[in-house]
């Protein structure tokens, strides 16, 4: 329950008014179950097919209520992320951008051209005859999931902050066991709900973009954060509908 209530305090905007403890078991749960609060997020964007929207404005509702429930907190990393990869400053300096709380015009730039195409991409499988709800729900349930990986198999890149008091709590060998269990079970709902082509082709994709967003992590900044992290997630919710979307058409 500790794990829980960890996991809506830090990445849902759900108040949880309660000093909970920051122990070994407790993170390693926290990040253990953090697939299925990107589950409990997609159930809550999943009400927006009861309103008879056109697929432009459902695709945007889902895109509001993903970020509105998260607190914004993916949506922050991956603008700062921008902010600092398009510096193509030195790596240090890089840092500096990183825990700069000011927005620059890179992370402007980018955060707008992602809820554009994310709003786009998703309004344009909503329009096909293959799209089904589950993805909705799976999408940001996988992105959590692919979070829990890469933060097991990376080192953070700085020896202070919240991703390195967390890596150090965490036992990573049972987020790993834990993440695979999430994956494999997300793929196989999906194959059973919609059809098994579509969940392998999620497979292929989902390895292939944890071993080159942990690559790209590596060779530009040494190790994760908790920015960089937030922006697995964004990054990975957009190549899972676009994939969609190459599927179907």
Not at 147 to 159: C, D, I, R, V
Request: charge should be neutral; hydrophobic fraction near 55%; charged fraction near 10%.
């Amino acid at each position: 329950m500790s794990s829980i209530l960890l996991a809506l305090q830090f990445f849902t905007v759900i108040p949880v008014n309660k000093n909970l403890p920051m122990e070994k078991r407790s993170i390693t749960g926290m990040y253990s179950i953090f697939p299925w609060i990107g589950a409990g997020i997609g159930v809550i964007t999943c009400l927006m097919f009861y309103f008879e929207w056109s697929s432009l404005m459902t695709g945007f509702s889902i895109v509001l209520l993903s970020v509105v429930f998260s607190g914004g907190l993916h949506m922050d990393g991956f603008i700062d992320t921008s902010d600092a990869f398009f510096s193509y400053k030195d790596r240090l300096k890089r840092f500096e951008i990183l825990e700069d709380p000011r927005v620059g015009a890179f992370g402007v730039m980018a955060v707008v051209f992602l809820v554009i195409g994310k709003v786009i991409v998703i309004s344009e499988v909503l329009s096909t005859e293959s799209f089904h709800w589950i993805f909705v729900l799976l999408i940001p349930f996988f992105s959590r999931a692919t979070l829990g990986l890469l933060f097991s198999l990376t080192n953070t890149a700085k020896t202070s902050g919240l991703a390195y008091y967390f890596k150090q709590k965490m036992n990573a060998n049972v987020v790993i066991i834990a993440t695979a269990c999430h994956f494999f079970i997300g793929l196989s709902i999906l194959g059973w709900m919609t059809n098994w082509m579509v969940a392998i082709t999620f497979a292929i994709v989902l390895f292939t973009f944890i071993c080159l967003f942990r690559g790209w992590v590596l060779k530009n900044f040494g190790g994760v954060t908790g920015d960089l992290l937030g922006a697995s997630v964004e990054t990975s919710e957009v190549v899972l509908w676009l994939t969609l979307l190459l599927l179907s058409s």
